[in-house]
């Protein structure tokens, strides 16, 4: 477990009369949540550690701001902001954050840089929402079936590969060039596969994807595609 900080002036009055036992939880999943402020819930350990039972209900209602709760997980709202102030996107010891981040379905509010847990319906206005600029239109959200394709593809397996690539779509996003993206690497698996061509690694795809219009080449091997062969076709559309 790496260096934690924790800031009691930053919790409201209501800290000061706690019960013993609650200021004792609180410190407890202060000092053993993960890198986002989440703990996951572990009632057996949590007894045989502290000598008393976990109560979860009781925190709340004595300070409902600064923990949520989500199935088997629990929040601690400040635990990113206080620990991290501001999160950098490519800062290597902030990508630990972003992971965690990640794998507990939240979602970072960047005015107040804290976490929270997502809700179902929000997934799906995460999915449709677009925003148009320059007359492009863009998801805003990076396309988990097409990152799941990218990095199989190019053998990003592992969590710390998927990351450095999902950080690399999010940039393109951010330069509007997502979209442009996708669609020449569709194209580009497509071409490899059906003209056997040695395909690139990643890096160096990554550093030139904009020098070879690959829809383009695409298109010079067969009239349209709608001749490709259906198991090309298929190694692109299973993560559609």
């Not at 002036?9 to 939880?25: F, I």
């Not at 800062?91 to 997502?118: C, D, E, M, T, W």
């Not at 929000?122 to 449709?128: F, R, V, Y």
């Amino acid at each position: 477990m790496g260096k934690r900080f924790i800031d009691i002036s930053s919790l409201p009055k209501a800290w000061r009369k706690l019960e013993p036992t609650l200021k004792l939880t609180w410190f407890y999943l202060w000092n053993n949540c993960d890198a986002s402020g989440v703990w996951e819930i572990d009632m057996d350990l949590f007894e045989f550690e502290n000598g008393f039972v976990f109560d979860f209900e009781a925190l709340k209602e004595e300070l409902p701001d600064e923990l949520e709760k989500s199935g088997d997980l629990i929040l601690l709202n400040q635990y990113i902001a206080i620990n991290y102030v501001t999160l950098k996107d490519n800062y290597n010891p902030h990508k630990p954050v972003f992971r965690a981040i990640l794998k507990n379905n939240l979602k970072l509010k960047p005015s107040l840089n804290q976490g929270y847990f997502k809700l179902e319906d929000e997934d799906e206005d995460e999915k449709e929402e677009e925003y148009e600029k320059g007359g492009v239109r863009e998801k805003t959200e990076i396309n988990k079936n097409f990152l799941k394709m990218t990095c199989e593809y190019f053998s990003q397996v592992g969590e710390e590969r998927e990351m450095k690539v999902w950080s690399f779509l999010k940039s393109l996003k951010n330069q509007n060039k997502l979209q442009e993206f996708q669609k020449q690497t569709k194209a580009y698996i497509l071409y490899k596969t059906k003209s056997e061509e040695t395909t690139h690694g990643w890096l160096s795809y990554q550093a030139e994807w904009e020098n070879t219009n690959w829809h383009h080449k695409l298109s010079k091997l067969g009239s349209s595609l709608k001749e490709m062969n259906n198991e090309v076709k298929e190694k692109v559309k299973q993560y559609d």
